[in-house]
């Protein structure tokens, strides 16, 4: 009786929803007129629960920079404005993409108003792993599947503290359709589970799947039911100056939490703060994003979402230590490789076995295929901690072709240089004043 009369009432509630939004759907205005370097885009509509990650999201899918954003959503009402440019830091002037961003934000959307990326599949099945990281681990996951006659259709891998979380797509090599013989998934299962838990941290996990969640927002919270922000030994000797700058202060005059972020910018860094906030169950009501320079400033002012802001020093520090994980999980530390050839069975297994059979470990993986052509980007480092050295990069790039493999920019590291923190320190200065909490208006929580 209690379930029936609470499926009642979430009808009435999707019910109320969809007329609210009938009444008043969204409105999307793009305008390439009045910022001379930024094409922007405002959506306002009726407010509700988790409209702002579903914006971020569509516009970060498209590979948008989102240079600066003003966000308010007090009340019934919310209105977002996002400077945004392309990858090249040009005006969006391509007719498909800004139709595209009409169609996918504006009434007629069929993205808002619905779980932000779930969907079920029948074109593949999707893997969830998660377990401790160490190197060859992915080349071993990609043998295996291989091994069971899976082909790898897209795959995202992330790497963070001692830990590696991955999300895969698989469809079976004979029929190129999901996989759904429950026997067979179970030895899949079994199987990937003793990759992953063979070398026990804490408990590995493994999940398989028809219904798929944004990969990228799944892999964040992967890594956040797995505690990865929690600090363990060796963050103890780390530079604070090489972590995020996140700050947690109550305006107790409003009744707001106020989230400052200060860090490199980077792409997709307000997808990874929002989406954080929002699955830690805190409401975005106002917020503004500078990322015009080589850092980023981020100021939210929050509430959980019973109504009431930051309540304890312990819920503050854990803001704290999401936020910083959340950005370090997607920075990429190694040598980038991207590798574009046509698709076959085991392309996967056999270049990551190259990869291992040199000592080299992947920090990093996404993996594409797109119209019978496979599109991936690895980082990679040495196994033992040293730069990665030119003659066996040249050595695998012979091996596999030189056309088909290719080395993009140089090394890269989480460690940053003294010349940044300098940066750090000049361009802080200059966000810092911008912030409420320098008008009096904040007063900090302790």
């Keep these: 009786m209690i379930e029936a009369k609470m499926s009642f009432s979430q009808d009435v509630d999707d019910e109320y929803e969809k007329l609210i939004r009938r009444l008043n759907p969204p409105r999307v205005v793009i305008d390439n007129e009045t910022c001379k370097n930024a094409t922007v885009i405002q959506v306002d509509g009726a407010n509700r629960q988790g409209i702002l990650i579903e914006v971020v999201q569509i516009l970060t899918d498209l590979n948008l920079v989102i240079t600066k954003a003003y966000i308010s959503s007090d009340g019934g009402w919310f209105m977002d404005v996002f400077n945004v440019t392309d990858q090249d830091g040009n005006k969006i002037i391509d007719q498909e993409i800004l139709d595209y961003i009409q169609k996918s934000l504006g009434p007629d959307s069929s993205c808002l108003g619905r779980s932000v990326g779930v969907k079920s599949s029948t074109n593949y099945t999707s893997i969830e792993l998660i377990g401790r990281d160490r190197p060859g681990l992915i080349s071993e996951l990609s043998a295996v599947l291989s091994h069971l006659r899976c082909n790898v259709v897209n795959a995202e891998v992330w790497t963070h503290k001692t830990r590696a979380a991955a999300v895969m797509h698989i469809t079976d090599q004979q029929t190129g359709h999901a996989i759904t013989d429950p026997d067979r998934l179970a030895t899949i299962k079994d199987l990937l589970w003793n990759v992953v838990g063979g070398c026990r941290f804490r408990d590995a996990k493994t999940e398989m799947t028809q219904v798929t969640t944004h990969t990228e927002r799944r ?158 980007t690895f980082y990679v480092r040495d196994a033992s901690g040293y730069p990665v050295d030119a003659k066996t990069i040249e050595s695998i790039r012979q091996a596999i072709g030189q056309t088909i493999l290719k080395v993009k920019g140089t090394s890269k590291a989480r460690k940053q240089g003294s010349q940044e923190s300098q940066s750090r320190n000049l361009f802080g200065d200059l966000f810092k004043s911008r912030s409420f909490c320098n008008f009096g208006l904040v007063r900090s929580y302790t």
């Design 219 to 376: 892999l964040h919270q992967m890594l956040f039911d797995d505690r990865d922000y929690e600090r363990v030994g060796d963050d103890d000797g780390e530079d604070e100056r090489q972590r995020p700058d996140v700050s947690v202060v109550n305006w107790f005059d409003k009744d707001y939490s106020v989230v400052s972020v200060r860090c490199k910018d980077r792409p997709k860094l307000l997808f990874d703060t929002v989406c954080t906030l929002t699955d830690m169950q805190y409401v975005v009501f106002h917020g503004s994003v500078d990322a015009e320079g080589p850092e980023a400033y981020q100021e939210y002012y929050v509430r959980h979402i019973d109504g009431s802001p930051v309540k304890s020093e312990a819920e503050r520090q854990r803001i704290i230590q999401c936020l910083e994980a959340a950005i370090e999980r997607r920075v990429s530390e190694g040598l980038k490789l991207e590798l574009c050839t046509s698709d076959r069975p085991g392309l996967l297994s056999d270049v990551t076995r190259m990869f291992r059979e040199n000592s080299l470990t992947v920090t990093q993986a996404e993996v594409t295929t797109r119209c019978g052509k496979a599109i991936n």
